[in-house]
């Protein structure tokens, strides 16, 4: 183990944070202030990535595709909330549950009919293909650094609109107490509707920003969609900032385990034995972590207060 | 200006509200009393749209709004301060006052942060604390503060003083006469006899969910036996 290794995994657990905070940012806003449980979320990461695979193979450039796949993401969120989640918001998780369930088959096989039963690749421009050296000496390939910055910065964006105008006051303000909101004027269903596509759109961006590097693919949604859900728990459902932290502490921890834990191991029991036992572990980390947290704080890191 | 005719109320099967009739004219400051589960907050919730009535209408000026969801009926002119006062407790005082402030009809004198801070300078000092690190008399005034920034026509309040030490309650009485005589029509649910009678112009007494008593100043100040029969106090 060198520490050129240590800090490329280090990188690529950090990218897989950013990624992770893109797809849950909006998981834990519509969770946290409408109390709904959205599975299909995920579907919005695998359709951003098709859209944008198409339209960068039409316009010939990744740039493009990216540009306009995120409204076109969005869209596809706001006709989603506006035409099912609406109709759900009154009834229990387990009808919720159900209902977005169904709305991940619908969005596999719609992805099926239209794109086909294969994958497809996102292209990466030459700028991007290459990689870049951070330190001397150490390699680290250009487009995951490009994510990074790209969630970083996304970050940055969402931490000033929820912390510093007023619309960023009303989703606060909703997270604790929806009615009040609405008896001082504020239409939620439109404040709603706007987050939903602001959500769909951040989960496109993740799922553009992972075609690259993983093939874009039906159902690619399901399995990142559990680990942002271990996300917004960790960091507490309805908090920007909790789903920021959590989800950089759950990329590294995944990515690090996956990388590291079979030599940790290897210096308290046999190489053998290390070998059996890390990968199986290091799939559980992120749940012990999860386990962990809800043991001590059930409500998260950060819950945001005073949610009855 | 508000004009609420023979509302019923139900939860589930239950009847809360038996055609309850109510009227608050431009201006005017009128209170609506009774013991405690006699229909008066459910009164409030079904004019905000909070629970809307089964039958009977809610006219405001001369508009039906009992059809109408609750950010509308807000945006036609009613402004609530809620029983609990509700603030919303992640966000500071000033945010509380600015993210639903609005001037929808385009007021030239519209409230601002500097008249409400005027008006009750305590806040002025907490003005970058949290919601839920205020206390009871400072989170009402910020309740208060709250609604006049939505610049309304009709100021609802449901309990105006309940729960507050004797100082904090004087303060919001006075404050509620400045109000006043600035030609704000007030609908005050409270227990405070005396200072309703003072400043009210109109009041209502609800038992078990309809209008047992109404009448001025004049005739609740003359009348002592309302109180043991219908205010228990």
Redesign the interface.
């Known amino acids: 183990m060198t520490w050129a290794l240590l800090l490329e995994q280090f990188l690529n657990g950090f990218q897989l944070g950013v990624l992770l905070f893109l797809l849950a940012a909006g998981l834990t806003l519509v969770f946290g202030i409408m109390d709904l449980v959205n599975l299909a979320h995920g579907s919005l990461y695998m359709v951003g990535a098709f859209i944008c695979a198409t339209l960068t193979e039409l316009t010939g450039s990744f740039g493009w595709g990216v540009l306009l796949a995120l409204p076109a993401t969005m869209a596809v969120g706001v006709i989603v909330e506006m035409t099912a989640l609406r109709t759900l918001y009154a009834r229990d998780h387990l009808d919720q549950v159900l209902a977005t369930f169904g709305l991940i088959l619908f969005f596999n096989e719609l992805t099926r009919i239209v794109w086909g039963p294969e994958g497809m690749v996102i292209p990466l421009p030459a700028w991007l293909d290459g990689n870049v050296e951070i330190l001397p000496g150490v390699h680290y390939p250009t487009f995951r650094m490009l994510i990074i910055a790209v969630g970083l910065g996304v970050a940055a964006a969402l931490y000033v609109l929820v912390v510093k105008t007023?619309t960023g006051?009303?989703i606060?303000?909703g997270?604790?107490?929806r009615?009040?909101?609405?008896?001082?004027?504020?239409?939620?269903k439109t404040l709603f509707t706007a987050i939903f596509g602001l959500g769909a759109a951040l989960a496109g961006l993740a799922g553009m920003m992972a075609g690259p590097i993983i093939e874009v693919s039906t159902g690619m949604g399901e399995e990142i969609l559990i680990l942002a859900f271990v996300v917004i728990v960790i960091g507490g459902i309805g908090s920007i900032r909790g789903a920021f932290i959590a989800a950089l502490i759950v990329g590294l921890i995944d990515t690090m385990g996956r990388s590291f834990l079979d030599v940790l191991l290897s210096a308290a029991m046999s190489a053998s034995a290390a070998e059996t036992a890390a990968p199986a572990l290091s799939a559980m980390l992120v749940y012990i972590l999860m386990a962990t947290v809800l043991f001590f704080r059930p409500q998260g890191l950060f819950p945001?207060?005073?949610r009855q | 200006m508000l004009s609420v005719s023979k509302i019923e109320t139900f939860y589930g099967e239950s009847q809360v509200l038996f055609g309850v009739d109510l009227e608050v004219r431009a201006g005017q400051v009128v209170s609506l009393m009774g013991r405690n589960g006699m229909g008066k907050s459910t009164t409030i919730n079904a004019i905000m749209g909070l629970k809307p009535p089964r039958t009977g209408t809610i006219e405001f000026e001369n508009r039906p709004i009992h059809r109408l969801p609750s950010h509308a009926i807000a945006r036609a002119g009613l402004a609530l301060v809620p029983e609990g006062r509700q603030i919303f407790p992640n966000l500071t005082l000033r945010e509380n006052l600015i993210a639903t402030a609005a001037n929808r009809r385009k007021r030239r004198h519209p409230w601002t942060l500097e008249r409400v801070f005027a008006m009750f300078p305590a806040l002025f000092e907490r003005r970058d604390n949290r919601g839920d690190t205020l206390s009871g008399g400072e989170q009402q005034m910020l309740a208060i503060g709250r609604a006049l920034m939505t610049n309304p026509e009709l100021l609802i309040l449901d309990e105006a003083t309940e729960g507050l030490a004797p100082l904090i309650r004087a303060e919001i009485w006075t404050c509620l006469e400045a109000l006043k005589a600035q030609r704000l029509a007030i609908l005050v649910i409270d227990k405070n006899l005396r200072a309703l009678t003072r400043i009210g112009d109109w009041h209502y007494i609800m038992e078990k969910g309809r209008i047992a008593w109404s009448g001025d100043s004049a005739a609740l100040a003359a009348t002592p036996d309302l109180r043991l029969r219908y205010l228990g106090v």
């Open positions: 007023r006051m009303l606060r303000a997270a604790s107490n009615a009040m909101i609405g008896a001082l004027g504020v239409n939620i945001p207060h005073g």
